[in-house]
């Protein structure tokens, strides 16, 4: 038999269902692939139980007769960052350590109740800032993936959902919820030879999701393939009356309406994301995805985002500023870290607990964010974001006018080593240029894998579609699954 492991979760839904193995089978296969992955460093915490338990119980509905659900016997990775009642939940952060919430985020909810099981609390970068998973204070996430040229160097796993995105490359799970603000599921998708997709802001609650920047963060699926994003996605995203920022539309039926073939399609190449110095495997890399589009049917076309230069500045005002805002909470007086010098008063001991609990990311981000919404400077540079984040969304609205999807590269490089660009936070920014545009914009966006580098890294391609039109990226991105054939994985070293 083929190992469950290696099983997509369409596959494994599949299988269950027809008797070809049991939840309960597949939840033992993968904890046992969890528990041999400890160098990873993955799992924050790991929750076998929890996955037994859910098998346990699609079994016996099955032995019933009783519908399975639409993540009937899939067992999955939950990002540290959104609730699970009475399972530690940190945001990879020593401030909410120990922290066991008392309820259940809407997104972890909907997915428990659709018959998927939890493995166990993924990694991230702490409070989700970060591009390379080495801001956590729980250590860094070690990618599976390795330079072919014989450099044994540990590779980034992208942030911030690099728990997710090597777990899944790893065979740990076959899929993972993420989060994605600027970046941050479709980026490590890339990095890792996976796919991820961050749909419309709006479509999954973020009720229950510890927050970064509001206007920004959006909860998302990842996973090996297409199929089983649409399939997942299905199962998290709903209107949530929780969540003042929830979409109240219906969920479309996302998997049942994926097609490949994109004729009548225009796919939109935006001429000011070619830019000076590109890494040449990244444009031939986005060439070929050109050529798959057309092979599938669509008609390339040639648009302008022209403010899309300004979207990465833009981005390190609004989120940190939001950041700082957020944060504000984490005061040692409610829950999580207290830092209480001895003899220190109110004051003394808000500085302290934030000294403490928070890490050297946090706090340049708070500290930026503090800054730019501070008396003499929130017009010079909150304000001016928010203007240009609307010509921003303005750009696609009028290049949606040409097109029905974009497509673009996911980052500018392939994975890199950790430590190599911690020196200079900058240059860790700039992993998020072409990314970050949707984001502002609220748009859905999704990474899929085209193939490998010459060192034999993976590198992904990205889809940006109009608003609510998950279903068009979704098509596109299975266009280029489809003519990619990407079947590479890491060689297993941990």
């Not at 509905?61 to 659900?69: D, F, Q, V, Y």
């Not at 016997?73 to 990002?79: A, N, R, T």
Request: proline letters at 6%; one cysteine or more; charged letters at 20%.
């Amino acid at each position: 038999m083929t190992d469950l492991t290696d099983l997509t979760v369409a596959a494994i839904r599949k299988g269950v269902a027809d008797g070809d193995f049991t939840a309960v089978e597949v939840a033992d296969a993968f904890n046992a692939n969890v528990a041999a992955a400890s160098a990873l460093n993955a799992f924050i915490v790991v929750t076998p139980d929890h996955a037994i338990e859910a098998a346990k119980a699609v079994d016996a509905k099955r032995a019933r007769g009783e519908p399975l659900g639409r993540m009937g016997g899939v067992p999955i990775g939950m990002k540290d960052l959104f609730a699970t009642s009475g399972v530690q939940t940190t945001a990879a952060s020593h401030m909410l350590e120990g922290f066991m919430p008392q309820y259940e985020s809407t997104v972890s909810q909907k997915l428990w109740d659709a018959g998927a099981g939890m493995l166990g609390k993924l990694n991230l970068d702490q409070f989700a800032m970060g591009s390379s998973n080495e801001t956590s204070y729980f250590g860094n996430v070690i990618s599976p993936w390795k330079r072919a040229n014989g450099d044994n160097a540990a590779l980034a796993p992208g942030g911030s959902s690099g728990g997710s995105s090597a777990a899944i490359a790893a065979r740990l799970c076959p899929a993972a919820t993420g989060t994605d603000t600027g970046g941050s599921i479709r980026q490590p998708a890339a990095f890792t030879g996976i796919s991820g997709i961050k749909p419309t802001y709006g479509r999954c609650s973020r009720w229950g999701v510890v927050a970064f920047a509001s206007s920004l963060d959006q909860a998302g699926p990842m996973a090996r393939d297409v199929t089983d994003c649409a399939i997942m996605l299905e199962a998290m995203a709903g209107f949530d009356p929780k969540d003042s920022t929830s979409l109240d539309l219906p969920v479309p039926a996302w998997e049942e309406g994926l097609n490949a073939d994109l004729s009548g399609k225009k796919v939109g190449i935006p001429r000011e994301y070619r830019m000076d110095g590109m890494d040449p495997e990244i444009v031939r890399s986005w060439e070929d995805g050109i050529a798959w589009l057309k092979d599938a049917g669509a008609e390339i076309v040639d648009i302008s985002l022209p403010h899309s230069r300004y979207a990465l500045p833009v981005y390190y005002i609004i989120a940190p500023a939001e950041a700082s805002s957020n944060l504000a909470r984490y005061d040692g007086v409610r829950y999580g870290l207290r830092d209480l010098p001895d003899g220190a008063g109110l004051q003394d001991m808000y500085a302290a607990t934030r000294a403490e609990g928070f890490g050297a990311e946090v706090k340049r981000r708070i500290m930026i964010g503090t800054y730019v919404l501070s008396a003499g400077f929130y017009d010079a540079y909150y304000s001016q974001a928010q203007k240009v984040r609307a010509l921003i969304a303005r750009d696609f609205e009028q290049a949606f006018t040409q097109c029905d999807v974009i497509l673009a590269p996911t980052a500018p490089s392939a994975a890199f080593a950790l430590g190599e660009k911690t020196s200079d936070p900058l240059s860790m920014y700039l992993n998020d240029v072409f990314a970050v545009p949707a984001s502002l914009a609220g748009l859905p966006a999704m990474s899929v894998p085209a193939g490998l580098n010459s060192q034999g890294l993976p590198l992904g391609l990205q889809i940006i579609g109009r608003p609510f039109d998950e279903q068009g990226v979704l098509n596109a991105g299975l266009a280029i699954e489809q003519r990619a054939a990407f079947t590479a994985k890491p060689e297993r070293w941990w």
